[in-house]
C-alpha cells in the first residue's frame, strides 16, 4: 500500500512539474501575441532563459546535490556551478548579440548600461533556481526522514504491544490455574465447569485480540465471563458486585484493557477468613471510558509471586503507547481500600 502511494505520489509531483512549466513558457508567449517580431523577443527575452534556469534547476535537483552537496563534497559542487553559471551567461549574450541586434532601428543609440552590469545580473538570476534546487531537495529529505523516524516508532511500538500481550497471555493463564487448582479437591464439577469457561475465556485471548483494536462490547462479555469463572471458587464471604453500562457495537479499544485490574482485585481483595466486597464499574459518556475498581486491601506476601504486580505494570506501558495523552490512570490505597481507575478517551 505504501508503495501505491509513493507511486502516485512521483506522479503528482512530476505532473505539477511540467504545469509550472508550460505556464511559464506560455505566459510570455500570450503577453507579446500580435506584437512585430514578438517571437524572436519572446525566445531570446524570455524562452532561453527560461531553459537555461530549467537545465541548472533539475541539473542541481536530480545530480549535484545528492553527489556532491549531501555527499559534502562542497568545493567540486560550487566550482560545477560557477562553470556552469558561466556557460549560461554565456549562451545569453550571444543569443542576445546575434539575434535582438537586428531588431534595433537604424540610427538608434544602440548603447545602453555596461554589459559588466548585465553579466552580474544574468549570473544573480541563474544563483536562484540553484538556491531553489538546494532547497527543495533538502526539504525532500528532511519530510522523508521523518516518515522514516515515524515508521520506525510504528514498528516499535507495534512489537512491544505484541510482547506486552504475549507476557499477559501466560500471566492470566497463570492465575485461572491456580483458581482452578483450588477447586479440584474441593468441587470436582466447578473444576469441570471452570476449565469449560477458562478455555472459552483462552479462545478468545489467542484469537480474537489479534487486532489492533476490538469491540468494547466483547471485552465487557470477557469480562462478566471471568468474573463469573473467578466466583466459582469464592465462599459466602466474599461479595461481587459490578455495573457495567451497556455498550454498542461502534466503541473500539485496545484488547485486554481491563483484564489486569480485575485480575488484582481478586489476588487482592479475597481472604480465606475476612469478609470483603469487590466492586467493578464501567461507564461510557460521548467517547470517554471510565473503568475503577474497588476491593479490601490484603497485600501478598513476599513469597507470593501472584502479587509482584505484572499486569498493572503492563498495562501503564500499554496505556502510555496506546493513548498518549489521552488516558489517566490512578490506583492506590484509600482507607484500607485498594483503588484502581482508568479515564481513556477513544475515537
Avoid at 504545469?19 to 503577453?31: A, D, E, G, K, T
Avoid at 559542487?77 to 546575434?98: D, G, K, Q, S
Avoid at 544573480?124 to 522514516?148: D, G, N, Q, W, Y
Avoid at 516508532?153 to 507476557?167: D, G, R, S, V, W
Wanted: proline share 3%; aromatic share 14%.
Amino acid at each position: 500500500m505504501s508503495n501505491l502511494i509513493s507511486a502516485r505520489n512521483k506522479k503528482i509531483i512530476i505532473f505539477f512539474h511540467v504545469l509550472v512549466w508550460i505556464v511559464l513558457f506560455s505566459f510570455p508567449y500570450l503577453l507579446s501575441s500580435g506584437q512585430q517580431q514578438g517571437l524572436t523577443r519572446v525566445f531570446v527575452h524570455s524562452w532561453l532563459p527560461l531553459l537555461l534556469y530549467a537545465i541548472v534547476f533539475y541539473l542541481n535537483y536530480f545530480v549535484l546535490a545528492d553527489k556532491l552537496l549531501i555527499a559534502k563534497k562542497f568545493v567540486f559542487f560550487a566550482v560545477i556551478n560557477i562553470a556552469l553559471i558561466i556557460v549560461c551567461v554565456l549562451i545569453r549574450e550571444y543569443a542576445n548579440t546575434y539575434f535582438l541586434i537586428d531588431l534595433i532601428p537604424e540610427g538608434e543609440d544602440r548603447k545602453g548600461p555596461p554589459i559588466q552590469f548585465f553579466i552580474y545580473l544574468q549570473s544573480i538570476s541563474f544563483v536562484v533556481p540553484i538556491v531553489f534546487a538546494i532547497a527543495l531537495k533538502f526539504a525532500e529529505r528532511l519530510i522523508k526522514t521523518e516518515s522514516e523516524r515515524k515508521e520506525a516508532e510504528k514498528i516499535k511500538l507495534e512489537a512491544e504491544l505484541q510482547h506486552l500481550k504475549y507476557q499477559l497471555q501466560p500471566h492470566f493463564f497463570f492465575n485461572s490455574l491456580n483458581n482452578i487448582y483450588s477447586l479440584v479437591d474441593i468441587s470436582p464439577e466447578q473444576a469441570k465447569s471452570s476449565i469449560h469457561s477458562l478455555s472459552k475465556l483462552m479462545r478468545y485471548l489467542l484469537y480474537d485480540t489479534t487486532t489492533e483494536k476490538v469491540s468494547l462490547k466483547q471485552e465487557v462479555q470477557f469480562l462478566e465471563k471471568y468474573i463469573e469463572l473467578m466466583q466459582l471458587r469464592l465462599t459466602d464471604k466474599t461479595t461481587v458486585t459490578f455495573k457495567f453500562a451497556e455498550v454498542k457495537d461502534h466503541i473500539l479499544v485496545a484488547p485486554l484493557l481491563f483484564i489486569s485490574l480485575v485480575e488484582n482485585t481478586f489476588k487482592h481483595g479475597v481472604s480465606a477468613n475476612k469478609t470483603s466486597a469487590l466492586y467493578f464499574e464501567l461507564k461510557i459518556e460521548n467517547n470517554t471510558i471510565e473503568f475503577q475498581t474497588k476491593n479490601p486491601n490484603f497485600p501478598k506476601t513476599d513469597h507470593d509471586k501472584s502479587g509482584s504486580g505484572i499486569g498493572i505494570q503492563n498495562l501503564d506501558k500499554r496505556l502510555n503507547l496506546i493513548y498518549p495523552n489521552k488516558h489517566v490512570f490512578t490506583y492506590g490505597v484509600d482507607d484500607d481500600t485498594f483503588f484502581t481507575k482508568l479515564i481513556f478517551e477513544v475515537d
